[in-house]
C-alpha cells in the first residue's frame, strides 16, 4: 500500500494504448490515472507512453520501451511504476524483476485509493475482499516485495509449501468476509422493507460528478463533499422534501470511474443494491467536464453490468453553473434532440436543483394510482387524510356520503381498503 503520510513515494506513470486510440483519449487516460496516483498519495515523477497493436505477453510493453522505462526510473528516482493497463499477475513480477521497481497496475491503485477512504466497518470489508481476491494469484510477488525491503540472506521468498499456506489463509478470510457482509446486508434489507412504500431515488455516477453535493443540498444535511475521486464510499439515504408535500428517499452512492476494478464492483454489491431497488437512478453527468460523454458511457457501463434497466434512468447534467451560456444552449440543443430523460441542474445557483425536483415530483405523482373513495360524512379523519397525503382531483356529496376521486400513495390506498365503512375502487387500467 501507498504511504499517504510519507510524500516522497514517486510515480512513473506508463500507458500501453492500442495504436488506434485517439491521442486525446491517450492524454485523458493518462491525467486520470496521474489524479489516482495523487489522490493516493504519490508525487507523478514522469510518463511514458507506448502504443500497441498487442501486449506483448511476457512484459506487457516490448524490451525496448522496458530499457527506455528502467533507465527512466533510476534518472527520476522513481519508487513506483504504475501502469494504466491490467497487468497479469506474471507480467507484474516480470517487469517488476527487469526494473527493481514495485510496479502497479491501475487496478491495485484504486482499490489502494479506496482502502485509504473506507470508514465505516462495512465498506472496510468490502475493500479488504476486494483487495484479498486481487492479491490471491498475485502472492508470490506480494512475498518479493516482503524480501526486498528486508533484504539479506534468507529473504529469497516463500517455498511452494509456504505459498499454500497463505493461500489457505486467504481463503478463510475471504469466506469470513463474505460471511459478515451477508449478515449486514441482511439487516439491512430489513430496513429497506420498512421504507418501501416511500418513492427511492439512487444517485449514481462518475467519481466527482456532484453526486453528493446534490443530496446535500437536497436535503439540508451534512455529506462528506471534497475536490477529490472517491470522497464517497458508503451509501447514504436522506429523506427530501421536494414540495407541494412530495416526498422522496434519496439515496448516494460510491462514485463509478473507467475500468472500475470487477473485484471491487462484486465486492460493493450490498452497497450497490440500493441501485437495484430503486424506482429512479439519477444518472449524475459533470457537463463541465470536457470528457463528460466518455465518463457517463463508463457508468453506463457499469450500469449495464449490474442489470440496471437504461428506462429506469434519468440524465443530470449538473454543475451547469460552469457552461458559458453558449455552451449550455449548446447542451440543451444537443440533449432535447439525442438523449433521453433528462434535467440540468447546479447547487451553485439558486433554484439550480428545481428542475430536478420538478420532476421528481412528476415521477411520483405518476406512480400514485387513482381511486374513487366514498367515504361517511361523518368520517372526518379519512378525508383528512385524503387531503393531506393525495391529491384531491374531485368531490361530490352523495347523501350521508362523500364521494372523493384522488390520487393516493399505494400505501393509503392498502390502508383504505382494509378500513371498514370506507369504500376505494382503483381507477387505473390495471
Ligand atoms: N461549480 C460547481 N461545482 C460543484 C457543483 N456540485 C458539486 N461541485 C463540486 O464538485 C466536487 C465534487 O463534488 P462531490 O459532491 O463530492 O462529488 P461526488 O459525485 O459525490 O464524488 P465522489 O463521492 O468522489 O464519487 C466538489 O468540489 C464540489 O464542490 C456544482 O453544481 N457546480
Ligand atoms: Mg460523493
Avoid at 527512466?72 to 493497463?85: H, N, S
Avoid at 506480494?142 to 539479506?152: A, D, K, P, V
Wanted: proline fraction near 4%; glycine fraction near 8%.
Amino acid at each position: 500500500m501507498i504511504d499517504v503520510e510519507q510524500p516522497n513515494e514517486r510515480a512513473l506513470l506508463v500507458g500501453a494504448p492500442p495504436l488506434d486510440r485517439s491521442q486525446e483519449l491517450v492524454d485523458e487516460h493518462l491525467a486520470e490515472l496521474a489524479r489516482l496516483a495523487t489522490t493516493a498519495g504519490a508525487a507523478v515523477v514522469g510518463a511514458l507512453v507506448q502504443r500497441l497493436e498487442a501486449p506483448h505477453p511476457a512484459t506487457y510493453i516490448g524490451t525496448g520501451k522496458l530499457e527506455e522505462l528502467a533507465r527512466m526510473a533510476r534518472e527520476r528516482g522513481a519508487t513506483l511504476i504504475v501502469f494504466d493497463e491490467d497487468l497479469s499477475p506474471a507480467q507484474g513480477s516480470a517487469i517488476e524483476e527487469r526494473i527493481g521497481v514495485r510496479v502497479m497496475d491501475r487496478t491495485e491503485l484504486i482499490l489502494d485509493i479506496f482502502a485509504l477512504r473506507a470508514r465505516t466497518a462495512e465498506a472496510k470489508l468490502q475493500v479488504e475482499l476486494a483487495q484479498l481476491q486481487y492479491m490471491r494469484p498475485r502472492l508470490k510477488r506480494m512475498w518479493t516485495h516482503l524480501s526486498r525491503t528486508q533484504g539479506g540472506i534468507g529473504a529469497r521468498g516463500p517455498g511452494e509449501q509456504q505459498l499454500e499456506t497463505d493461500r489457505r489463509l486467504i481463503d478463510r478470510r475471504i469466506a469470513r468476509l463474505g460471511g459478515r457482509l451477508e449478515e449486514i446486508a441482511r439487516s439491512r434489507d430489513t430496513q429497506r422493507k420498512a421504507r418501501r412504500a416511500a418513492y427511492q431515488v439512487a444517485l449514481v455516477g462518475y467519481t466527482n460528478a456532484g453526486k453528493s453535493s446534490i443530496l446535500r443540498s437536497l436535503s439540508g444535511s451534512d455529506l462528506f463533499v471534497e475536490d477529490r475521486l472517491f470522497a464517497t464510499l458508503d451509501s447514504a439515504t436522506r429523506a427530501v422534501q421536494l414540495g407541494e408535500g412530495y416526498e422522496a428517499l434519496v439515496t448516494d452512492t460510491v462514485g463509478f470511474i473507467r475500468k472500475l476494478p470487477h473485484h471491487l464492483v462484486a465486492s460493493f454489491r450490498a452497497t450497490l443494491e440500493e441501485v437495484g431497488e430503486a424506482d429512479l437512478l439519477l444518472h449524475v453527468i459533470d457537463a463541465s467536464a470536457p470528457n463528460w460523454e466518455h465518463q457517463a458511457q463508463a457508468v453506463d457501463e457499469v450500469l449495464a453490468d449490474m442489470g440496471a434497466d437504461p428506462a429506469g434512468v434519468l440524465l443530470v447534467f449538473h454543475k451547469v453553473d460552469r457552461l458559458g451560456s453558449t455552451r449550455r444552449a449548446a447542451l440543451r440543443e444537443r440533449s432535447a434532440a439525442f438523449m433521453g430523460p433528462h434535467v440540468m441542474t447546479t447547487v451553485e445557483e439558486a433554484e439550480g436543483l428545481e428542475p430536478l425536483r420538478a420532476v421528481l415530483r412528476q415521477r411520483i405523482r405518476a406512480r400514485r394510482p387513482t381511486v374513487r373513495l366514498v367515504v361517511p360524512v361523518a368520517d372526518g379523519r379519512t378525508l383528512a387524510e385524503a387531503y393531506r397525503e393525495g391529491e384531491v382531483l374531485s368531490r361530490e356529496q352523495n347523501g350521508t356520503e362523500i364521494v372523493l376521486v384522488a390520487r393516493v400513495p399505494e400505501a393509503v390506498v392498502g390502508r383504505w381498503e382494509g378500513q371498514e365503512g370506507v369504500r376505494v375502487v382503483r381507477q387505473d387500467a390495471a
